[in-house]
């Protein structure tokens, strides 16, 4: 028998009580927890694969769907623009890499991604296995990508037109594995590299045969490819630049002399986060008042409880227990709720980012697999544990004014 | 050992308490019988040194605990008093074993398992030691309590009203339990009461 166990007896013995405030402070810290995580991660996820470009040019449109199709890989392109007037940036003093990306087809919900050596090189994908794309429907692919499918060396498949697995098969020509990647952790990791031509082979091909079909449905992505041009096209360019003077000069260039736009990721990627800030605040802001109320919640519960345990409380004083004693018991009770209520909330928040991971990996293949405590969740315990203890610590002061004789007489 | 000397006490200018001379020596019994409102429980509680006389003192063991700080009054209370109320009350969220412990916890003493057990067996309740308090009834639970009563071996056993709520037949069974008990491990028992059954059963009688 110790104080531990008569607080745990206490606890069980007003079960439902003890099950509500742990199950707010549950709810409270498991929202902030997994808002944590989310934030963390994505924030991570999203500033990994901006670093090191410094613009993205492409069709004119919405700049931040231009980033999120061109560097993300997660939005539907802004459409095409020409190659020449990609090219034509190199020539530019300011910049010191172009780097083409062409989209429109994927394999199995994989994006096909066409470009060139440089765009693995900027992530510092390393070839684990085989060799990188070189001819005309070649592929080198992500380790997830090879992971996911079971594809291997010399493994050949027809891509599908569009950006999910639905879009219609390009049945002739089949692209070959040749290379696969090493894990990075950024966006090559899912997608299939192969050359701009392979792109070019493949859509001449489908173009000439599917014609007519295109030019009834302008909403079709290949409508955007204006297939009439012999001019060859790109979707988007990644530009880094020599120095910090061409992000002042060149985007407005860009925007007012030819036909592409030109988004900064930084900026772009700050309005969104400063978009979903608003709604992560609101979260933040509703978990901290649902603990606010598990405090509350503690502390009328060991209230209640204590006025209906004046007179066990005097007759342990008469036994000879001390009111710090005492004091300390009822203590513990408040911060046996929170320890409760924290580990459960942080568990519960692991469980919610596991099954958002699993619908963020359906959806973009992306994957937030973190689940390590954070810094700030050791924050969040301390910030539980002194909402238990000042909740419990208001109603327990009573046992300092409690009369013993009094108490025992009455009843 | 007991002794109480012109023990005075006052709730408040019209409710004044001067209290008979009390003296009840090892293994000896004392019954002290009075009418409502004269002051039973108070002398009790001073008794037990839960309230502090006006004046007056009182010795448990030989030693005059009147002058001693509320910290050291505590531990003698908890050492040497074992008391036993009007109705029983328990820590609720406890077990029956549990609560005879307590008094072996608080006073800082080991939690003797077999004597609880043995009380239990002698007081006739050993079948319900893990069961909660309040699944007892009213005989059983002032049982529980005089076993509670006698965990820390105490010099002196005070028990207040211990049988008004019992029938006769329980009546019967807990008084005499209580004096074999404290006879047993050689303490003084105070009985205050209202009960006429008990008159009988005590020599050494005290009207308030």
């Known amino acids: 028998m110790n104080l531990l166990k008569i607080s745990t007896a206490n606890l069980k013995e007003k079960k439902l009580n003890s099950f509500l405030s742990a199950l707010l402070l549950t709810l409270g810290i498991g929202m902030i927890s997994l808002l944590l995580l989310l934030n963390k991660q994505l924030d991570e996820q999203f500033r990994r694969n901006i670093r090191g470009i410094d613009m993205v040019v492409g069709a004119k449109g919405s700049p931040l769907q231009l980033i999120l199709s061109s560097i993300y890989q997660i939005d539907a392109p802004t459409g095409n623009v020409p190659l020449s007037e990609v090219n034509a940036l190199k020539k530019n003093p300011f910049i010191k890499n172009v780097i083409p990306l062409s989209m429109g087809d994927n394999y199995q919900g994989f994006r096909i991604v066409g470009t060139t050596s440089k765009y693995p090189d900027h992530f510092q994908a390393k070839i684990s296995s085989g060799k990188l794309f070189d001819q005309s429907m070649e592929v080198t692919m992500g380790s997830k990508v090879a992971n996911t499918l079971g594809l291997k060396l010399g493994d050949t498949f027809a891509s599908s037109h569009g950006l999910d697995a639905a879009g219609d098969k390009h049945g002739e020509k089949k692209y070959k594995v040749v290379g696969i990647f090493e894990a990075t952790g950024s966006v090559v990791d899912q997608l299939i590299l192969t050359s701009l031509s392979s792109v070019w082979d493949i859509h001449e091909h489908t173009e000439d045969q599917n014609k007519e079909a295109v030019e009834e449905n302008p909403e079709h992505p290949e409508s955007m490819a204006e297939p009439h041009e012999d001019e060859k096209q790109v979707t988007s360019a990644l530009i880094q630049f020599r120095n910090p003077m061409g992000l002042i000069m060149i985007p407005r260039q860009i925007n007012e002399n030819t036909s592409m736009q030109a988004a900064l990721p930084s900026i772009e990627i700050n309005r969104l986060f400063s978009l979903l800030g608003i709604g992560i605040e609101t979260l933040r802001g509703l978990a901290i008042i649902i603990i606010v109320i598990a405090g509350v919640s503690v502390f009328i519960s060991l209230y209640n409880s204590l006025k209906e345990r004046k007179y066990e409380m005097a007759l342990m004083l008469s036994m000879g227990a001390t009111r710090t004693k005492l004091f300390f018991m009822l203590l513990m009770e408040g911060i046996m709720l929170s320890i409760i209520g924290y580990v459960t909330g942080i568990i519960f928040s692991r469980i919610g980012l596991f099954i958002f991971s699993k619908a963020a990996e359906q959806d973009f293949h992306y994957s937030l697999k973190e689940f390590s405590l954070l810094p700030e969740e050791i924050y969040l315990f301390i910030a539980a544990l002194v909402i238990g203890l000042l909740a419990a610590a208001l109603p327990s002061l009573g046992i300092y004014k409690l009369n013993i004789s009094r108490t025992l007489a009455e009843e | ?208």
């Open chain 2, 1 to 208: 050992m007991i002794v109480s000397k012109n023990l005075q006490f006052s709730y408040s200018s019209q409710k004044h308490f001067h209290f008979p001379d009390i003296s009840c020596g090892n293994k000896e019994t004392l019954l002290i019988l009075g009418q409502s409102g004269k002051g039973k429980t108070t002398l009790l509680h001073l008794l037990a040194l839960l309230l502090r006389p006006e004046s007056g003192e009182i010795f448990i063991a030989e030693n005059n605990v009147t002058t001693l700080t509320s910290s050291q009054i505590t531990n003698v209370r908890a050492k040497n008093i074992g008391i036993i109320y009007q109705r029983a009350h328990f820590a609720g969220s406890l077990s029956v074993m549990d609560n005879i412990l307590l008094p072996n916890y608080f006073a800082g003493q080991k939690q003797d398992k077999e004597k609880a057990q043995y009380l239990a067996e002698q007081l006739g309740f050993a079948d319900h030691l893990a069961k909660k308090t309040n699944q007892l009834s009213q005989g059983e639970q002032q049982r529980v309590s005089i076993a509670r009563s006698l965990m820390n071996n105490p010099n002196v056993i005070l028990a207040d009203e211990p049988t008004s709520s019992l029938d006769d037949n329980n009546c019967q069974k807990v008084i005499e339990l209580l004096k074999k008990q404290s006879a047993l491990i050689g303490a003084s028992l105070v009985v205050v009461t209202h009960d006429q059954r008990l008159k009988d059963e005590f020599s050494n009688q005290v009207f308030l």
